[in-house]
């Protein structure tokens, strides 16, 4: 089979490997999708270390189920699956006080354990969830993603009428958009200095669009919301945007932080502000199983246009080229897609 393997820094291989063989509580899943999220393109870079090379990237994993085996219940041969990437230990502290997201011993296909930017992947059965046919191609390559969404939606518990600040309208931040329009009246600003990022915000539910490389983006909140924001959520990483936005907090409002940073960056935080103003932070990394299931039954309704987020569609050979158009042509691209097959 033909896979795409990370060495290490900017260094990545298409190579010819045997293709895996699943273990007693593993499927063989023929992978038909894989996106390319902007944590693979910051391990390429080298700007995070999540993974441990050599590996094949790629955790937002679709496809149809080659085999299974001998004890596999639940998922059968052909079958069309999206994987929860995440894989805890069961065994920690943590794990057993309910707290998995937390595991001392995880794994995570497409960091530590081989992922989708290959022909074929092995998959745990108990990470894999069959969904229907009449989900689309861009609606399986955004389910993971959206899965994510949906935790740090739990996690944040808006309450209905609040103002929400979303920082990013990369698929993320779009998708945040999307979630919080259907689910909750409110008012959403979100910003974004990509031109293309910032007519979809607007044509998918923001209220009101700001790129802070045109406006001050504290001048223009706050000439509309004198008193401030109730939620700010970070989903772009960059602490310059995040130090930008924390003063249009409100007093007792709530800041999310969503995007994934660089290791070695760092907030130059005023704690007295957040004691005075009695400001909340909170944090949302690994979703729990069940957000999977509920991905798939709100991409069902056809409630989230992923349409306009998947932007295209390539074979494995451009993964290299992939990564680099993450930061280089984010005025035409949004989500990318590898397709082995292609």
């Avoid at 130090?243 to 800041?255: I, R, S, V, Y």
Wanted: proline fraction near 6%; hydrophobic fraction near 35%; include cysteine.
């Amino acid at each position: 089979m033909k896979a795409a393997v990370f060495n290490g820094v900017a260094n990545i291989e298409i190579k010819e490997l045997e293709i895996p063989q699943p273990a007693k509580d593993e499927i063989l899943l023929k992978v038909e999708g894989c996106g390319v999220c902007g944590t693979d393109a910051h391990i390429f870079s080298g700007e995070i270390d999540n993974a441990v090379p050599p590996v094949i990237l790629g955790h937002e994993i679709t496809g149809t189920v080659e085999k299974i085996g001998k004890e596999v219940s639940s998922i059968n041969e052909g079958q069309e699956i999206v994987v929860d990437p995440f894989i805890y230990c069961g065994m920690c502290e943590f794990c057993k006080s309910g707290n998995r997201g937390l595991c001392s011993n995880e794994s995570f296909l497409g960091y530590t354990r081989a992922g989708g930017f290959c022909q074929y992947t092995v998959v745990p059965e108990t990470n894999s969830y069959p969904i229907p046919q009449k989900l689309s191609y861009p609606d399986r390559i955004i389910c993971e993603t959206l899965s994510t969404v949906l935790a740090g939606f739990d996690r944040l518990r808006p309450k209905p009428g609040s103002t929400y600040l979303i920082l990013g309208a990369g698929t993320v931040g779009l998708l945040w958009n999307q979630v919080i329009r259907n689910s909750l009246p409110g008012v959403i600003i979100q910003s974004e200095i990509v031109n293309k990022r910032m007519e979809c915000a607007a044509s998918l539910g923001a209220d009101i669009v700001i790129s802070p490389d045109e406006e001050d983006i504290l001048e223009s909140v706050l000439k509309n919301f004198p008193l401030g924001i109730d939620y700010i959520i970070d989903a772009t990483g960059v602490t310059s945007a995040i130090e930008q936005a924390l003063p249009l907090l409100k007093k007792g409002g709530t800041f999310l932080s969503f995007g994934v940073c660089p290791a070695n960056e760092r907030l130059s935080l005023s704690l007295n502000w957040f004691y005075k103003n009695q400001i909340t932070i909170i944090t949302s990394r690994r979703p729990p199983r069940h957000n999977i299931q509920n991905a798939i039954k709100i991409l069902e309704t056809g409630s989230i246009d992923t349409k306009t987020l998947v932007t295209s569609r390539r074979p494995l050979e451009e993964i290299e080229k992939a990564f680099k158009d993450f930061e280089g042509s984010r005025n035409s691209e949004i989500k990318m897609a590898i397709d082995p097959w292609h």
